[in-house]
């Protein structure tokens, strides 16, 4: 029999006490940080002395603020178009194909997720400053897109797993070129796939701070990058206030999701 967590007995307060004990581990830091940014000290006192939105409004009044921010949004939109049109080539001949070492070369494009970030920094870092990327909106793009690229293969993947091909082949047979039966069937059907990769593709380039770092120049910088190098010049709130629209984002896109998957499901 399966188990019925109804069924649970005083297991179920046990369960339920570890569940809410980890949740509240995991978002304590977050509301600290939000917290900090209303806060009326200068400094990152906690808790704060009073409440104000003076640091959200510096924050937006800033001009180098504002370009970090439109320099992250402008790689990570690039870097997501590229991931899910690259993915989605990759999965169909990945998911299609039947050729020697397939499973090979679909491990080696997941590779990124499995190698410390700092590692793939250093090898990229390297390799941009003998070909002169460094520094470069080129170079910012192809650093994270090597990262957002193995989230939108293996989202798009496993919905091409999940794919009856014979309605595609059931669409050839009445007419349709393959390539008309993949525009108009296929990837319908694989929709879901399709915008995981590119919400994940997005947030991966959006968040990325670490290889960021290494790309960055004195004139080109993503906000994780300015974050981090105004937190190491002065402990003001205003780094929390970025930081927690940074979060509110990310917390944004991802409940985004989480609705499509259940709209598509139901």
């Not at 006490?17 to 209303?38: E, N, Q, R």
């Not at 001009?63 to 992250?72: F, Q």
């Not at 499995?114 to 170079?139: D, E, K, R, S």
């Not at 780094?239 to 609705?259: G, K, N, P």
Request: contains cysteine; hydrophobic residues 60%.
């Amino acid at each position: 029999m399966l188990l019925n967590f109804d069924r649970l007995g005083w297991w179920k307060l046990v369960l339920l006490g570890i569940t809410l004990l980890t949740t509240g581990f995991l978002l304590l830091p977050i509301l600290f940080i939000a917290a900090l940014s209303f806060g009326s000290s200068q400094w990152l006192i906690f808790p704060p002395p009073g409440w104000t939105l003076k640091w959200y409004q510096e924050l937006l009044a800033d001009p180098r603020w504002l370009e970090s921010a439109w320099t992250s949004f402008q790689i990570a939109i690039i870097v997501t178009v590229l991931s899910v049109l690259l993915g989605l080539v990759t999965s169909f001949g990945l998911t299609r194909g039947r050729f020697p070492l397939r499973e090979a070369l679909k491990a080696l494009f997941l590779t990124p997720m499995i190698l410390p970030v700092v590692v793939l920094a250093v090898a990229l870092y390297a390799f941009f400053l003998q070909i002169g990327l460094n520094g470069t909106l080129t170079g910012f793009v192809i650093s994270h897109l090597v990262l957002a690229l193995p989230f939108s293969i293996l989202s798009i993947t496993n919905a091409l797993e999940g794919f009856d091909k014979s309605i595609e082949d059931a669409a050839v047979l009445c007419g349709a070129s393959p390539l008309e039966a993949k525009l108009r069937v296929t990837l319908p059907a694989i929709s879901h796939g399709i915008f995981s990769a590119a919400i994940f593709s997005f947030l991966t380039s959006w968040d990325e701070v670490v290889v960021a770092i290494f790309m960055s120049s004195p004139t080109l910088q993503t906000l994780p990058v300015k974050i981090w190098a105004t937190l190491r010049q002065d402990l003001t709130p205003v780094v929390a206030a970025a930081s927690t629209l940074l979060i509110l984002l990310t917390v944004l896109l991802m409940v985004l999701v989480a609705l499509v998957r259940k709209g598509l499901k139901s």
